[in-house]
Nanobody, 120 residues
Framework: QVQLVESGGGLVQPGGSLRLSCVAS????????MSWYRQAPGKARELVAT????????NYADSVKGRFTISRDNAKSTVYLQMISLQPEDTAVYFC?????????????WGQGTQVTVSS
């Protein structure tokens, strides 16, 4: 069974930093584009950052550019989200997402999410 397991969330003060990790298993991680999404209470899930399968290209939501960095280690089947200068509006459940193709068909997997709370 495919698994995406996030960790690293928690409570942090405004201006603080956190590093989220997502460990993948039971699919070919190195061939999947990986993304982080977030969902705040009462709001729709939004795309935060994406990284290509090789890690040579990344994209970010305007709201996190310059503060968040997505990276991956294909040898460890892990994708990271380094977050600095966190603000209360960054409070949300953060989800790991994998998208790829296998046998000509697209697949998409989601993690269970990790809570990030930014508050003084």
């Amino acid at each position: 069974q495919v698994q995406l397991v996030e960790s690293g969330g928690g409570l942090v003060q405004p201006g603080g930093s956190l590093r989220l990790s997502c460990v993948a298993s039971r699919f070919t991680f190195s061939r999947a584009a990986m993304s982080w999404y977030r969902q705040a209470p009462g709001k729709a899930r939004e795309l935060v950052a994406t990284i290509t399968s090789t890690g040579d290209s990344t994209n970010y939501a305007d709201s996190v550019k310059g503060r968040f960095t997505i990276s991956r280690d294909n040898a460890k089947s892990t994708v990271y989200l380094q977050m600095i200068s966190l603000q209360p509006e960054d409070t949300a459940v953060y989800f790991c997402n994998a998208v790829g193709r296998r046998f000509g068909r697209q697949y998409e997997y989601w993690g269970q999410g990790t809570q990030v709370t930014v508050s003084s």
